[in-house]
Structures are given as structure tokens and as C-alpha cells.
């Protein structure tokens, strides 16, 4: 996962241009702790649907003005400060941009991505890798 490379290569397209006033990326990292309680987490397991991200994808690059969108998702056992899902939308106006990758997260994490978080002990103090 590499934005600056991923905005570059757009960039490169000449369409890119024409039909892009707006660049928005999200780029979510495995937490330290749990939205839930707060607790210490160690890891998470992670597992994304590819082909539900895929289609969520070409919905959101069908919506007025958004030129592209970009999905890109680690799975598996990923650790605190792991990248976990990057997201891009590039198109032409920021009231159409901003209300597109917001649903495009929206969508990915309640359709797509499913994770076990592994929590530290009570007490206990994250292990240091």
C-alpha cells in the first residue's frame, strides 16, 4: 500500500486532468485498542470479501463526478499500526467526492471486512515485537 505511488500514477493518465478537482484518501491501521472496552489489542485477525469490496468499488466509481476509485486491503494477522484498508476517491468536486469515499468506508467495513480482535489480559501490557 502505497498512496503517494497510487496518486502519482493517476496523475500519469490524461484524463486524470480533465476530470479530477479532488483526491481523498482513507487509510485505516489496526488500532491499539478496542472500540468496544478500551482493552490492550495484540493483533486482529482480518478477512476481506475481495469480490464485495470490487463491486462496492464499481458503485461508487459509477456516482456523478467521481472519476476513479481505488481499494486496497490487507487480510490475515495484522499488528498495531499495520495498514489495513486504503481507499481512494479522485473526481471533480468536493460535494461530490467527500459523500463518496464516505460511504465507500461505510460500505467496505460493514460489507466487506470482518475481524477478530485479540486483546491483551486484564492487566496485562502489549508485547512488544
Not at 91 to 99: A, F, L, S
Request: charged fraction near 35%; glycine fraction near 6%.
Amino acid at each position: 500500500m502505497d498512496i503517494s505511488k497510487t496518486i502519482a500514477e493517476l496523475k500519469k493518465d490524461p484524463e486524470f486532468q480533465k476530470n479530477v478537482g479532488m483526491v481523498l484518501v482513507h487509510n485505516g491501521v489496526v488500532r491499539g485498542w478496542s472500540r468496544a472496552g478500551h482493552e490492550t489489542v495484540e493483533a486482529v485477525d482480518i478477512h476481506v470479501d475481495r469480490d464485495t469490496v470490487e463491486a462496492i468499488r464499481r458503485d461508487i466509481e459509477a456516482k456523478p463526478g467521481i472519476w476513479r476509485a481505488v481499494a486496497e486491503a490487507n487480510d490475515g494477522l495484522l499488528f498495531p499500526g499495520d495498514d489495513v484498508l486504503f481507499l481512494l476517491v479522485a473526481g471533480d468536486i468536493r460535494e461530490n467526492v467527500k459523500p463518496a469515499l464516505a460511504e465507500f468506508l461505510d460500505r467496505v467495513k460493514a460489507e466487506a471486512v470482518h475481524k477478530k480482535e485479540h486483546v491483551a489480559a486484564p492487566g496485562e501490557e502489549r508485547r512488544q515485537s
